[in-house]
């Protein structure tokens, strides 16, 4: 298991394939116990050759997650779980902030709706350099970005 291989993703892993042509590929990672979201997704022929593994994101930061990989291997179903610990999650510090990441507050889920994962793109704008406005509207766009992924529980499950 190689944990962020791309050094831009924390949450994510890849399990490596070691050589074998592995077919009908599923992935869940599952939630905490105290009622996380399970991530479960399949997984292309052309994302596991390009990956030379199988990629694995919506990964916990700081805890120990298990993943369930379920795959046919020359003809024959097979369900692996692994143990993967990911890192807690580290950004920059900017001014007045008091944590790594914005927390997320979830008002309302419709059950319809309970697994669904939503992107949260922010500008890390300086208390120091306020919007300016004057020059057509829009907002400065040369500060630090917080990309990131929450599930409906408002757990982070991504970030870049």
């Known amino acids: 298991v190689f944990i962020n291989p791309y050094d831009v993703s924390p949450l994510t892993a890849i399990i490596d394939r070691a050589g074998k042509d592995i077919k009908d590929i599923h992935v869940k ?38 993943v369930e990989l379920s795959y046919t291997f020359n003809g024959v179903k097979k369900v692996e779980t692994y143990k993967i610990y990911a890192q807690p999650i580290v950004t920059y ?13 979830v008002k309302k889920v419709d059950p319809a709706f309970k697994n669904r994962l939503y992107l949260i793109n922010n500008t890390i704008t300086s208390v120091y350099k306020p919007l300016d406005w004057k020059n057509g509207g829009a907002a400065s ?20």
């Open 29 to 66: 990672v599952k939630g905490k116990p105290d009622g996380g979201i399970d991530i479960d997704y399949n997984v292309s022929e052309h994302a596991l050759l390009t990956h030379d593994g199988v990629p694995i994101w919506g990964l916990y930061p700081d805890y120990l997650n298990e």
């Open 93 to 105: 510090s900017r001014d007045f902030r008091f944590s790594h990441m914005q927390k997320t507050r």
């Open 141 to 160: 766009w040369n500060d630090f970005t917080e990309n990131y992924i929450v599930d409906t529980k408002g757990e982070v499950r991504w970030y870049l």
